[in-house]
């Protein structure tokens, strides 16, 4: 399978006020970048996945993004050659 890039939007619920967030990730599928989503913001703001309330997942080409990381990534063959 081959990578994509995904645009995960919705709420998280921080100091007791509920605040959008859009995030673009690389996954497989859909699911797995839900996956991916649940586990950034849990790690970086200390959230359970009941406080992240996800509200779309959508495939977007290239063309949709400026972040040059993600690009790059992108563009990689592989990740690791053995």
Known sequence: MSL????VGGFMRIGGEWRKFTIYVTA???????ETVYSNLGSRHGLKRSLIRISEVKEVSKDE???VNLLQLMSLESL???
């Open 65 to 67: 993004i400026s972040d």
């Open 4 to 7: 994509r890039i995904y645009r």
């Open 80 to 82: 690791v050659k053995w």
């Open 28 to 34: 497989t599928k859909p699911r797995e970048a839900m």
